[in-house]
Structures are given as structure tokens and as C-alpha cells.
């Protein structure tokens, strides 16, 4: 997993895509000690960019990429793993999600909206771009 060379993001912009948003789960992330003290709300958005001329051609979901099966690998992420960071906790996201033969590419925000509690604003969002 890399991140993607500016060059590469531009021929992402125009390449066929799956987007997700939204998709809930508790976790429990944070450098503080109280956020190790119960599960936390995470929201994760998500674009997964592959080829779908073969899913288009055979109409199978096989040449595609299932998004709830995809759904579920986000949180179970979130809900399994425990990192420091949000950053980490995206890559990790990403790395679950590129395991996907037919992913070139995936785009990750995780949504951490207790995290900015201090700073008096409603979410701390974090997006990260990464391919094979």
C-alpha cells in the first residue's frame, strides 16, 4: 500500500467508482486515557475505484466489489483494532479494503466527532488516498 502520486489522482478522478458514506461503528481509538475507556462513534466514507467493464459485461457481482461485504471489513476494523491515532486507524482501514483483488485504489475519511470536543467543533475528519 502507497499513496497515490498526483498524477495517479488525476486518472482516479475520471476511473469507475464505488462510494460508500456513512457506514457507523464504536471503537476504541485515541492518545488519551479516557478514550480508553469505552467505545467511541466513528463514521467512515469510502471510495473504492476499480475497472468495471467486467462486471458491466457479465452482470456478476464476482467482477465487482460487494459493498456490503466491504461495509463490514470497515467496521470491522474499527470495532477490532485499537491505534493511537486516527491516521492509523485509516491505513488500516485502506489496507482491509486493497485486499480486494479487483481495488486499484481506495480513498478512506474516518469520522472521529467526540475528538473535537476541545476544540468546540462538531467532527475531526481525516482522509487518506492509497493503491496497491
Known sequence: ???????????LRMADRI???????EGVHGLYA????????FTVDLT????MTAAVAGDELSA??????????????????TVLLVESLAAAV???????????AVRVTVH?????????????RLTMTRTR
Not at 502507497?2 to 488525476?10: C, D, G, I, L, Q
Not at 472521529?112 to 475531526?124: G, I, M
Open 112 to 124: 472521529k466527532p467526540r475528538a473535537a470536543r476541545d476544540a468546540h467543533a462538531s467532527d475531526v
Open 34 to 41: 479516557d478514550e480508553a475507556l469505552a467505545p467511541q462513534p
Open 94 to 104: 485502506c489496507e482491509a479494503l486493497l485486499e480486494r483483488p479487483q481495488a486499484l
Open 1 to 11: 500500500m502507497r499513496a497515490v502520486t498526483p498524477n495517479e489522482y488525476e486518472a
Open 64 to 81: 465487482s466489489i460487494d459493498y456490503v461485504a466491504a461495509s463490514r471489513a470497515v467496521r470491522e476494523v474499527v470495532e477490532t483494532s
Open 19 to 25: 462510494e460508500l458514506s456513512g457506514i457507523a461503528a
Open 48 to 51: 473504492l475505484w476499480l475497472d
